[in-house]
T-cell receptor, first 115, second 114 residues
């Protein structure tokens, strides 16, 4: 298993540009999430999905769109990038059942810089 | 809303010594999970240890153990026999029983001196 994969690892954008951060998992997990990590802020939830076709907003959703057309993929779209979106982005997944072994698996992260 | 607080932005420990990282949380739920994650310079988020709120026994994983005080809403991480490889950011996280996502603290940067 590759686990949770994210592409790209690094990206530089200009203000106003759009892009999609890719996230895929091969563990057949129902839950997938996007977090952003900023210095001194920990990780904050952007959007999440409880299954294909179902998404919902997290703590900091503004400026981001998501969709979940398949179980495996959960892309994060920036429609018009702003410098405030400079951050490290993590995708995570976990099985759908809520049990003690219900651990979140994180991707390696994408470092995004918006100039 | 649930919150997680890590009051120590930075900590330092001598190699082979013991260090304790603090975490407090606020919740009205009675059933939840608590986690400590390690983030080395590689950025990878690594699960260190987890605790179920309904278990009174403190979780232990090799050199890592927790002191879980449910009434005080405290969840500290103790690292024994610290090693250079323990140097990293450590995040405390909370998950409610029926929630799918984690609520993180702001992190503690741990340095290990040789």
């Amino acid at each position: 298993n590759a686990g949770v994969t994210q592409t790209p690892k690094f990206q530089v954008l200009k203000t106003g540009q759009s892009m999609t951060l890719q996230c895929a998992q091969d563990m057949n997990h129902e839950y997938m999430s996007w977090y952003r990590q900023d210095p001194g802020m920990g990780l904050r939830l952007i959007h999440y999905s409880v299954g294909a076709g179902i998404t919902d907003q997290g703590e900091v959703p503004n400026g981001y769109n998501v969709s979940r057309s398949t179980t495996e993929d959960f892309p994060l779209r920036l429609l018009s990038a702003a410098p405030s979106q400079t951050s490290v982005y993590f995708c995570a997944s976990r099985p759908g059942t809520v049990t003690i072994t219900d651990t979140q698996y994180f991707g390696p992260g994408t470092r995004l810089t918006v100039l | 809303a649930q919150t997680v607080t890590q009051s120590q932005p930075e900590m330092s420990v001598q190699e082979a010594e013991t260090v304790t990282l603090s975490c407090t949380y606020d919740t009205s739920e009675s059933d939840y999970y608590l986690f400590w994650y390690k983030q080395p310079p590689s950025r990878q988020m690594i699960l260190v240890i987890r605790q179920e709120a309904y278990k009174q026994q403190n979780a232990t994983e090799n050199r890592f153990s927790v002191n879980f005080q449910k009434a005080a809403k405290s969840f500290s991480l103790k690292i024994s026999d610290s090693q250079l490889g323990d140097a990293a950011m450590y995040f405390c996280a909370y998950k409610g029983r029926s929630q799918g996502n984690l609520i993180f603290g702001k992190g503690t940067k741990l340095s290990v001196k040789p």
